[in-house]
């Protein structure tokens, strides 16, 4: 039997949900004809009754601890390919619960024998990090959600993944992103000065002002760039980077489209300590939708609002044959600790070598 593909069976749930119009009883039914009776899909959608719950022993404990690791197994797909996915120490904390921040540690000092110590004092400050969903939705006809082409199912999981990874790296790295109350966090460049390249110095010498204006741990620190300036600054001086990332200077460098050029068309390059940013997110509570009777707007930018409602044009997916499936998850991170990112600015496109 072939393994089933890693975020499969999160997707297959909403396949089953809209190919039957989210009838309970019918879309158990649907994923057992389907992908069998022991399926996952079928098992999570089976109809619960009234004395389901989901404290310790009873059966329901076991759906929900199924179901999260479902949701966790999708979630992964996400952060595999995405920039928070890829940075390792990033200080993890809890959603929506008060954290205590340093915001001035403690001084050492050394103390001879039989003296006093000094004392010294830390500064703290309750932060908390609110649940921010990341939405992304894609469009498909009923007759790719029932197509025994595993090829079908794959396209739409990969949309889906792609369309959430680029959307959380953008709002993460965009040092245009200054974010949105309760609606999405500033970028971990947002409001830096950059330090500009110097156009008949060497990147060398950039990268050397680069680390000289960074306040966090080299040790720990990692750099984002776009690929293309990977693959620009790959040569004799760094032989170990290239499109898909690798290594600079011994630091290791991430590869990322949502890395934005500056205004003057140049390249930028990001120099981030993990350590020094918060991050939280529900690992277990990622949601997928599925609905035909519906109207969407086919657009990437959509204007809909339910509090201050637009006119505008949109489709009927009943009257197109056509089905709506929608997966969110929900991260929110900040800065902690002041001088965790630096930003170089101003790196020219070149055809040359690093040099």
């Not at 009883?25 to 994923?31: F, R, V």
């Amino acid at each position: 039997m072939t393994a089933m593909m890693k975020g499969s069976a999160f997707l297959r749930m909403a396949i089953a949900k809209a190919v039957t119009r989210g009838n309970g009883i019918e879309t158990a039914e649907y994923a057992a004809s389907r992908w069998g009776e022991g399926s996952q899909p079928a098992r999570l959608l089976k109809a619960t009754v009234a004395s389901g719950a989901t404290v310790s022993d009873a059966w329901g404990e076991e759906l929900v601890s199924e179901y999260a690791a479902v949701a966790a197994d999708f979630l992964g797909l996400v952060r595999q390919q995405s920039i928070i996915g890829r940075l390792t120490g990033l200080r993890r904390v809890p959603l929506r619960v008060p954290v205590l921040a340093i915001t001035s540690g403690a001084t050492p000092a050394w103390v001879p024998e039989g003296a006093a110590m000094p004392l010294t004092s830390m500064q703290f400050q309750r932060r908390t990090l609110e649940a921010l969903r990341i939405a992304a939705m894609t469009v498909a006809t009923e007759e790719l959600l029932t197509s025994a082409d595993p090829a079908a199912e794959a396209s739409i999981r990969a949309d889906l993944v792609r369309a959430i990874m680029e959307a959380s790296d953008t709002a993460f790295i965009d040092p245009a992103n200054a974010g949105v109350a309760d609606e999405m966090p500033s970028s971990v460049t947002n409001g830096l000065t950059p330090v500009e390249a110097n156009p008949a110095g060497s990147f060398k010498a950039d990268l050397e002002r680069l680390v000289a204006s960074f306040g966090g741990d080299l040790t720990t620190a990692v750099l984002v760039g776009k690929p293309e300036l990977l693959v620009q600054l790959s040569g004799a001086d760094y032989p170990n980077v290239g499109a898909r990332g690798g290594e600079i200077a011994g630091i290791p460098a991430i590869a990322s489209r949502s890395m934005p050029n500056d205004g003057d068309g140049n390249y930028q390059l990001a120099l981030i300590d993990p350590t020094g940013i918060a991050y939280a997110a529900d690992d277990v509570g990622a949601e997928i939708r599925a609905s035909s009777q519906t109207t969407v707007q086919m657009l990437d930018n959509p204007t809909m609002d339910s509090t201050t409602p637009t006119a505008t044009t949109t489709v009927s997916l009943w009257q197109v044959n056509a089905v709506a499936i929608a997966a969110m998850i929900r991260e929110n991170w900040r800065v902690e600790r002041a001088g965790s990112v630096a930003l170089l600015s101003g790196i020219a496109p070149s055809e040359e070598p690093a040099s």
